[in-house]
């Protein structure tokens, strides 16, 4: 019975491609990090939500998907903001309601929600809008400002409440675009 020998030469040539190999997937997975961090950094925020103003589209503690890229503000986007005279150290999350130069007004009697005299769709909300907070309608929103609502409206601080009012577009640190947690709550925010 006669054995092959190792060739020295072939184990070491086998050995340098191996460590090549290795540093090659060192290098992507380094690289696969880098891009990660500056999306994350940069381009895309994880949010958690904190109360139910906001059922029963997202629940409390739901994580979403924020960003800020290219995006300007319009109705029935859901927003996370920062309002200062409300509490400097939260993120809100609310839906836009209405945009600059549109006129929003509430009929609390029948809890309908109307932009520029016309009742709008709001199959997202949980109920029908009868807290008045410190509304006084028909208002117009000024320019490079939005009218945000929680879809929760009875149990939303919101654009109604005088110490959120208005939302100026600059304090918008993006919109939500998914649900990453919990799984089963995984999806697209609409």
Do not use: H
Request: hydrophobic share 40%; net charge negative; aromatic share 8%.
């Amino acid at each position: 019975m006669s054995r092959k020998k190792n060739n020295p030469e072939e184990e070491l040539s086998g050995g340098i491609k191996s460590r090549k190999e290795i540093y090659e997937w060192i290098q992507c997975l380094i690289t696969a990090l880098i891009i990660c961090v500056v999306l994350f950094v940069f381009f895309i925020r994880v949010i958690d939500v904190a109360g139910t103003s906001m059922n029963p589209t997202l629940q409390n503690g739901d994580k979403m998907l924020v960003s800020n890229i290219f995006y300007k503000p319009k109705a029935g986007d859901v927003v996370v903001f920062k309002k200062d005279s409300y509490d400097p150290n939260k993120a809100l999350v609310k839906r836009v309601i209405a945009t600059e130069g549109q006129e929003i007004n509430i009929d609390f009697d029948n809890g309908i929600v109307y932009i520029d005299g016309e009742p709008i769709e709001e199959d997202y909300i949980a109920e029908l809008t009868k807290t008045k907070l410190d509304f006084i309608g028909p208002k117009e929103v000024p320019e490079g400002c939005v009218f945000v609502m929680g879809d929760n409206r009875n149990m939303s601080t919101d654009s109604r409440k005088a110490e959120i009012g208005m939302v100026d577009s600059r304090l918008i640190l993006g919109r939500a675009y998914a649900v990453i947690f919990p799984l089963s709550e995984m999806g697209w925010i609409r």
